[in-house]
């Protein structure tokens, strides 16, 4: 079992930047996936970005344009997600999730590949 406590959100001007972290409890293997979601009101929950708990490659929602960035720190069991030039659009809960044994051909950007979730934490970027 893994749990998942996010942090790092909070009130933000447009332009400006925070950065989420999400820790993870329980034992991460090497074959793990872990992402990054948001819901913003009125509105289906979104795929932001994801990496692998080993290896470098990351993905992210084309939306981006590169923007944010997601990393992770295998010894703190922590992935970050650094958010810059932020806009109000990107006002959301964001939420951490953790995928188990994924295959080669996981769908990074499915929600429900997903196994273990964390509670969220609220961002809001004000205009």
């Known amino acids: 079992q893994v749990q998942l406590v996010e942090s790092g959100g909070g009130l933000v001007q447009a332009g400006g930047s925070l950065r989420l972290a999400c820790a993870a409890s329980?034992?991460?293997?090497?074959?793990?996936?872990m992402g990054w979601f948001r819901q913003a009101p009125g509105k289906e929950r979104e795929f932001v970005a994801a990496?692998?708990?080993?290896?470098?490659?990351?993905y992210y929602t084309d939306s981006l344009n590169g923007r944010f960035t997601i990393s992770r720190d295998n010894a703190k069991n922590t992935v970050y997600l650094q958010m810059n030039s932020l806009k109000p659009e990107d006002t959301a809960v964001y939420y951490c999730?953790?995928?188990?044994?994924?295959?080669?051909?996981?769908?990074?950007?499915?929600?429900?590949?997903?196994?273990?979730w964390g509670q969220g934490t609220q961002v809001t970027v004000s205009s």
């Open positions: 999730a953790a995928a188990q044994n994924v295959p080669v051909l996981f769908r990074f950007s499915n929600a429900y590949g997903y196994d273990f």
């Open positions: 329980g034992r991460i293997f090497s074959n793990y996936a």
């Open positions: 990496i692998k708990w080993s290896g470098y490659t990351t």
